[in-house]
Structure formats: C-alpha cells, structure tokens
C-alpha cells in the first residue's frame, strides 16, 4: 500500500494536474523541481504561486503537502543547446524533434527525484510525461519511464513505482481530469476552483508570455505549447463541463 509521494512539478498545467491527483491518494505528498537555467524564469515563480493557491483554496490538501524541492541543475544548460536553455527561435530539427528537446533531460530528472525520494522516504514519484501530445520526446515514452522504474529500482535497491498519470490521455481530459479531481477535493465547488486555479497560475508558453491572458490562460497564443493548451481547454469547454471562462 503506497501512502507516499514526489511529483516532479514544473509548474504547468501537466504537473499541477499530477499534483492534484497525488494529493488525493497520499497521505503524504513532496514536489520537487529544477532551475537549469531555463530561459524563462516565470516557470518558477508560477510553481511557488500554484503550490501557495492550492495551499489556500484546498485545505485537506494543504495538511497533505510537505516539503518543496528546487533543486540546481545549470549543468543541463552546459551540456545541451536548445530552445528552453538558449535564445534561439523554437524549430523541428532534422531528426523529427522539436528544439525544445535537452537529450536526456527526464532521465536526469527521475534519477534526481528517485534519489529525493530515497533520502524523504517516498514511495511513489509522480511525473506528468505523455506519449499522446505532439512533441514525441523520447524520454516521456511509456517504455522509457518503465525502463527508468526498473533502473532506479535495482540501482537504488528500492521498489520505486514511477506513476505517469497523462501518459495516454490528451490535454482535453487532462482539463477534465483536473476539474473532476478538484470536485472530490472536499472543497465546496472545488471542480470549478481547481481549473481556474490551472488556468489563472500554471504556465506553460515556450515564450514566457505573462502578459496576454486567454480564457485557458496566459501565453503568446501561438507558440506548440500555447497551441496545444489553448486547443485542449476549448474541447474541455466544449464538453460542457465546466463553465466557459472570459479573458478578464
Ligand atoms: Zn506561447
């Protein structure tokens, strides 16, 4: 029986969801991240800011969630040319990958969390991976993070269950999971609450766009992961299950 977790929480909408679902089956929930020197920092901020409003508006989560984790990882910068890491305009390259992609970087990340939660004795490690959306990132294929669980298992000498819970649902029901997770939260009209609190505080713009505010958020609107968010809250809109919301 699991009763611990780590989410590996980044600050978007992919991790805030994971995080909601951990705290509604643990007992006891940690998060953890890593500044390798993104190009924007509003990732960041966005993490401390949702961690605080779920805190605030979901208060049998809050006696859930421990500690936070940032962990320094400018080495990745210094071993990867990309779009996240270097100015440089967001592109395929010829391998059919987007430049957005640092070999290796959720390898990284999952030894990284499987040590976190080796020395905080957590048993599960929760990560928002999702072989269903666009950019195809090696690294998040189900076989890779299943290759990783037995890996750090052996190698850690400790029986780690590495939990993916978008890896095969689209960002249509990963809204749709969000709103549904926050209606069984306890708290009065929580489905509701928790999509505006993802739409309002995570952050997901490859661009770092804070200033233009959509109804699925803040974004340039035009970038693959504001595309990607903008289509997904539309459908979820469109189901019919929550409420349409207007840019402010
Ligand atoms: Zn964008």
Not at 225 to 244: D, H, I
Request: proline letters at 3%; glycine letters at 8%; charged letters at 20%.
């Amino acid at each position: 029986m699991h009763t611990s977790a780590l989410v590996l929480f980044s600050g978007g909408q992919d991790s805030a969801t994971c995080l909601a679902q951990a705290l509604s089956r643990y007992q006891r929930v940690e998060t953890i991240a890593f500044d390798y020197r993104q190009r924007h920092h509003v990732e960041l901020d966005a993490r401390t800011q949702v961690l605080s409003e779920i805190r605030r508006t979901f208060p049998q989560w809050a006696s859930r969630l421990g500690q936070d984790h940032l962990l320094d990882l400018a080495v990745l910068g210094e071993v990867s040319d990309t779009s996240l890491t270097r100015d440089t305009a967001f592109r395929m390259e010829q391998s059919g990958l987007p430049n957005t992609f640092v070999p290796g970087r959720n390898l990284l990340f999952l030894t990284l969390a499987a040590a976190v939660a080796y020395r905080r004795d957590l048993q599960v490690i929760v990560t928002g991976v999702c072989e269903t959306d666009f950019s195809g990132y090696p690294d998040c294929r189900d076989d890779t993070i299943k290759a990783m669980q037995l890996a750090l298992s052996l190698g850690m000498d400790k029986r780690f269950l590495i939990e993916t819970p978008l890896m095969w649902i689209d960002k249509a029901a990963t809204w749709a999971l969000a709103y549904e997770l926050g209606a069984k939260s306890g708290t009065a009209g929580g489905g509701q609450l928790l999509v505006d609190l993802i739409v309002e505080h995570t952050h997901t713009c490859y661009l770092g766009d804070r200033e233009h505010r959509h109804a699925w958020g803040y974004g340039c609107g035009t970038c693959p992961a504001c595309e990607l968010r903008a289509r997904g809250y539309e459908r979820f809109v469109a189901s019919g299950q929550t409420r349409q919301m207007q840019a402010p």
